[in-house]
């Protein structure tokens, strides 16, 4: 029961404060498309009062006929200055738009409408009244998006121009400037791609990177140069131990056994660059 108390309390209220709000205009006859009509709004409180979020936005049409140009303010004086913007098939009688302000207090104003006449440019006639065309006050000009659509082909060229030099640079020119395990995982890769899954040629591979990496050509029998040289290389100790037994009984053994397999060798050289990277 208290709540529907406040609120009939606050309807009530809300109507009394719209009873004290009173409008008057400049003029309200003999106006055209175009002139400028001021509505002088005298409130029952200071326009400090009013909360400016609640004010009409400015420079936007209020209903069909006026665009809201300036606000002025003076002690308990609102003043708005509209612009006629839309001409009436004949000299009829139109209305200010209404607001609703909101004071600081979060008390409602309701701004009523006021009335003016508007004459019309238009010769109509009781005959040919219903006969002229209705169009918009406001005629939009064709836009020209031909220098747009040319600037997007530039950009589109240019960045395909650009994702192809990134491509050709590191797919094929940038290998080339990396350490020695980027170059093994690039060829073996290469060999994979083109379905060229060459034991030999990673094998082969594989040396090089480890002989670049050491400064030195790598061996088994010597192969502590190889810790010496790559400390980071320690942890794969066991797998690269394994790659070099391999690799010696399989080339220099009089009873050669199988060659590791393509997979282990570039899973071997992925391991090594990843730790290449971070030493």
Not at 138 to 151: E, N, S, V
Not at 166 to 178: A, E
Request: hydrophobic fraction near 45%; proline fraction near 5%; aromatic fraction near 10%.
């Amino acid at each position: 029961m208290r709540r529907w108390i406040l609120i009939i309390s606050f309807i009530f209220s809300s109507q009394l404060m719209a009873q004290d709000v009173t409008i008057n205009m400049d003029r309200s006859w003999g106006l055209l498309i175009g002139d400028i009509v001021t509505t002088s709004i005298v409130l029952p409180v200071s326009v400090s009062d009013i909360d400016a979020d609640s004010l009409p936005q400015l420079n936007k049409r209020h209903g069909p006929w006026l665009n809201l140009l300036q606000i002025s303010t003076n002690t308990n004086v609102l003043e708005l200055q509209y612009q006629l913007v839309n001409v009436p098939a004949e000299t009829r009688t139109l209305q200010t738009p209404t607001y609703t302000f909101r004071t600081n207090a979060g008390e409602l104003l309701n701004i009523p409408s006021a009335e003016f006449s508007a004459g019309s440019f238009l010769n109509a006639t009781e005959e040919n009244a219903m006969e002229i065309p209705l169009r918009g006050d406001q005629r939009l000009l064709p836009a020209d998006f031909g220098p747009l659509q040319k600037q997007l082909t530039y950009a589109i060229a240019v960045a395909l121009i650009t994702a192809l030099i990134w491509l050709v640079w590191h797919i094929g020119l940038r290998p080339g400037k990396r350490l020695p395990f980027a170059r093994a995982v690039f060829s073996m890769n290469k060999l994979r791609w083109f379905g060229h899954k060459d034991v030999d040629a990673a094998t082969r591979v594989m040396h090089h990177a480890f002989n670049d990496s050491a400064g030195t050509v790598v061996i088994y029998s010597q192969i502590q140069q190889l810790w010496d040289a790559c400390p980071w290389l320690a942890d794969l100790q066991p797998e690269i131990t394994g790659f070099y037994q391999q690799s010696a009984s399989h080339y220099f053994s009089r009873d050669p056994q199988q060659n590791a397999d393509f997979d282990s060798l570039i899973k071997l050289a992925r391991a090594c660059r990843a730790r290449e990277k971070m030493a």
